[in-house]
């Protein structure tokens, strides 16, 4: 069974930068696709950013296109996700996902991933 642990949320100003870890296990991942979300409150949840463990290859969506960037810590199991220039409508649980899969294109929307984590809440104020 897969086990996703969120960390590293909390509150930042404007323009700064948080960096978010996932802990995976209960599996050896490296042909899954990972993938962080966020959801706002009355919102639906929004796919951020994914990776392939085995390859590398990363897809973000265009709204954090040069801010934010996803790696993998192969090592320790864990996935990052660096975000930088914060703004406040980046404000969100995050939330880190996790699917068997190849191509990391194909995934794009919460119905592709089948194990999550709790979220971690960012805030980002103005």
């Known amino acids: 069974q897969v086990q996703l642990v969120e960390s590293g949320g909390g509150l930042v100003q404007a323009g700064g930068s948080l960096r978010l870890s996932c802990a995976a296990s209960?599996?050896?991942?490296?042909?899954?696709?990972m993938g962080w979300f966020r959801q706002a409150p009355g919102k639906r949840r929004d796919f951020v950013a994914a990776?392939?463990?085995?390859?590398?290859?990363?897809n973000y969506a265009d709204s954090v296109k040069g801010r934010f960037t996803i790696s993998t810590d192969n090592a320790k199991n864990t996935v990052h996700l660096q975000m930088n220039s914060l703004k406040p409508e980046d404000t969100a649980v995050y939330y880190c996902?996790?699917?068997?899969?190849?191509?990391?294109?194909?995934?794009?929307?919460?119905?592709?991933?089948?194990?999550w984590g709790q979220g971690t809440q960012v805030t980002v104020s103005s």
């Open positions: 990776i392939s463990w085995s390859g590398g290859s990363t």
């Open positions: 996902a996790a699917s068997f899969g190849a191509n990391v294109r194909d995934y794009t929307d919460y119905v592709d991933f089948g194990s």
């Open positions: 209960g599996r050896t991942f490296s042909r899954y696709i």
